[in-house]
Nanobody
């Protein structure tokens, strides 16, 4: 079983940046794809970005493409989400999740989830 802990959230102004981290324990992340999802108040949890187990393939939601960047460090058992040019509509709780090998965009495809970290972008 994999335990995931997100960190790096906070309050940032419009146009600012944050770097989220997803740290895993219990098992190595090296054979898992990792996805980031977010959930704003009153909305469904939505896909943000994902990275393949090998790190050689990434996927982004259209709403964050060009602004967010996902990366992984298997030696440290972490996956990071660099978020630039943040907008108020990026405000949400951000979750990381894992599934074997390949990326996916559907919440139900992921097996393990963290507890989330709050990101708030003020205008």
């Amino acid at each position: 079983q994999v335990q995931l802990v997100e960190s790096g959230g906070g309050l940032v102004q419009l146009g600012g940046s944050l770097r989220l981290s997803c740290a895993a324990s219990g098992r190595s992340l090296s054979t898992y794809a990792v996805g980031w999802f977010r959930q704003a108040p009153g909305k469904e949890r939505e896909f943000v970005a994902a990275i393949r187990w090998s790190g050689d393939s990434t996927d982004y939601a259209d709403s964050v493409k060009g602004r967010f960047s996902i990366s992984r460090d298997n030696a440290k058992n972490t996956v990071n989400l660099q978020m630039n040019t943040l907008k108020p509509e990026d405000t949400a709780v951000y979750y990381c999740a894992t599934r074997p090998w390949r990326t996916a965009r559907t919440r139900a495809d992921y097996d393990y989830w963290g507890q989330g970290t709050q990101v708030t972008v003020s205008s």
